[in-house]
């Protein structure tokens, strides 16, 4: 039984193993986010190996990956609100297929270069943009039941955690066997995968409620913003995320240039590395239910953010025999991967407990903004300082950097919390009968 069944005290609903529209939807994003995770790891090999891109180059890639989310997160939440957000996803999908299946396209005419390679990935970005403060917004619809919205993110972080295991590896082995920018066919069939599956969803999507008054988009973008930051917890959660996913981006992008320049690892090496500890995340998304249900929600969420932000230490004390070096690397991104596992789906549980339906794309856009946003300045800062002091160097100033985090973490009130949040009144629902008749 969940907080919010311990709280209400009514009986569960079915499970969501009998909900076929959101299986459909859960089965076609899991094989989504295992392309994903081969595009991430051969995008940056791509960019290195075959153009020989320097540290500094290879920060703009990733950064170029993500800084959509810095200026189109809020526009395109406000967009979600507006829209079905399953037509969204489809369009979104299309663009990623076509554009990854281009890449090797390119490569085999000898046409592509890394001018090219960064103009694909940023435009990838944008597409992904559009489809992340969508899909979630979306799953409520499917699920219904906001005492499912738990089990729907476990559910969902088991499948971004075993990707992270399967996909570093498959894709060293593809990377290894076709040449990375070939590996990238496989991602683009994952969204084609995708796109059918959410084709084959007959749960119908509602049309959102026509405002009370005439909407204007830099209103609804600072009242997404204001909605976010003027909550506690969820002003909370964003700040700390923000910082959290610069330092795992900035850590990840060192690491693959400490790994390739100055340990000479082979791309299957750096795939099995994070395959191995990509575990961590899929034991972290599959005890979460069980953690959630038996402990207090804030002190979950206090020592799993500190898992996260206390791993990157091990990679910088990384010393002795080579099998030494690469056991303290897989503990590293183990204990981060673990705790990453457990806080994604207490956080994005309690930013949809917190949410009314109305707000809830332009809350998931702020989030957007603010957590991939950390993560593309995390990319660029990660191939800057890497340029200027080594990789190594640099990934000790990360270790040091997120280590810190964890003072403001003690001090955040989603640790004081018991359970989850009761739902929020909805700002742009339609008056009620009553509330019409005595206006």
């Given at each position: 039984m969940t907080a919010t069944q311990a709280r209400t005290g009514e009986p569960a609903t079915e499970s969501l193993?009998?909900?076929?529209?959101?299986?459909?939807?859960?089965?076609?994003?899991?094989?989504?986010l295992l392309g994903t995770q081969v595009t991430n790891l051969a995008l940056p090999?791509?960019?290195?190996?075959?153009?020989?891109?320097?540290?500094?180059?290879l920060g703009v890639l990733r950064f170029l990956q993500l800084v959509p989310y810095l200026g189109l997160a809020l526009v395109f939440g406000v967009w979600a609100d507006r829209s079905r957000r399953r037509r969204l996803m489809l369009g979104a999908n299309?663009?990623?297929?076509?554009?990854?299946?281009?890449?090797?396209?390119?490569?085999?005419?000898?046409?592509?270069?890394?001018?090219?390679?960064?103009?694909?990935?940023?435009?990838?970005?944008?597409?992904?943009?559009?489809?992340?403060?969508?899909?979630?917004?979306?799953?409520?619809?499917?699920?219904?039941?906001?005492?499912?919205?738990?089990?729907?993110?476990?559910?969902?972080?088991?499948?971004?955690?075993?990707?992270?295991?399967?996909?570093?590896?498959?894709?060293?082995?593809?990377?290894?066997?076709?040449t990375a920018p070939v590996a990238l066919i496989v991602d683009a069939f994952s969204y084609l995968v995708s796109l059918i599956s959410l084709l084959l969803i007959r749960t119908p999507?509602?049309?959102?409620?026509?405002?009370?008054?005439?909407?204007?988009?830099?209103?609804?973008?600072?009242?997404g913003l204001r909605w976010v930051l003027r909550n506690p917890v969820l002003r909370s959660l964003a700040l700390i995320g923000f910082c959290c996913n610069f330092s795992m981006i900035t850590v990840w992008t060192m690491f693959l240039l400490y790994g390739t320049r100055d340990l000479h690892l082979d791309s299957t090496t750096l795939g099995g590395?994070?395959?191995?500890?990509?575990?961590?995340?899929?034991?972290?998304?599959?005890i979460s239910r069980k953690v959630i249900r038996r402990f207090r929600l804030g002190l979950v969420y206090l020592v799993a953010q500190s898992a996260?932000?206390?791993?990157?230490?091990?990679?910088?004390?990384?010393?002795?025999?080579?099998?030494?070096?690469?056991?303290?690397?897989?503990?590293?991104?183990?204990?981060?991967?673990?705790?990453l596992g457990?806080?994604?789906?207490?956080?994005?549980?309690?930013?949809?407990?917190?949410?009314?339906?109305?707000?809830?794309g332009r809350m998931t856009a702020a989030f957007r903004t603010l957590l991939f946003g950390g993560g593309a300045l995390g990319g660029l800062a990660a191939g800057l300082l890497s340029g200027r002091i080594g990789a190594h160097g640099a990934l000790a100033v990360a270790a040091t950097a997120s280590a810190a985090v964890l003072i403001p973490l003690a001090l955040s009130p989603v640790t004081r919390l018991r359970d989850l949040p009761p739902p929020p009144e909805d700002p742009g629902a339609p008056p009620r009968a009553d509330e019409r008749a005595a206006g």
């Open positions: 193993w009998r909900n076929g529209d959101f299986l459909r939807f859960w089965c076609g994003e899991t094989l989504s090999l791509t960019a290195l190996n075959a153009f020989h891109a320097t540290d500094e180059q299309l663009v990623r297929m076509l554009l990854l299946a281009l890449v090797p396209v390119l490569y085999w005419t000898d046409a592509l270069g890394l001018v090219p390679l960064l103009v694909i990935a940023c435009t990838v970005g944008v597409a992904s943009v559009l489809f992340d403060v969508s899909w979630m917004s979306y799953v409520p619809t499917l699920v219904r039941d906001p005492r499912h919205y738990v089990e729907a993110g476990a559910k969902m972080g088991m499948s971004s955690s075993a990707a992270d295991v399967a996909g570093p590896g498959l894709a060293g082995v593809l990377v290894g066997a076709l999507e509602p049309r959102p409620e026509p405002p009370a008054a005439r909407r204007h988009l830099p209103t609804e973008l600072r009242d590395i994070l395959a191995t500890a990509s575990v961590g995340g899929l034991i972290g998304a599959a996260l932000l206390i791993g990157p230490a091990l990679i910088a004390l990384a010393a002795g025999p080579r099998p030494v070096m690469l056991g303290m690397f897989v503990l590293s991104f183990f204990t981060t991967y673990l705790g457990v806080a994604g789906v207490l956080i994005v549980s309690l930013r949809q407990a917190s949410t009314p339906p109305s707000m809830m």
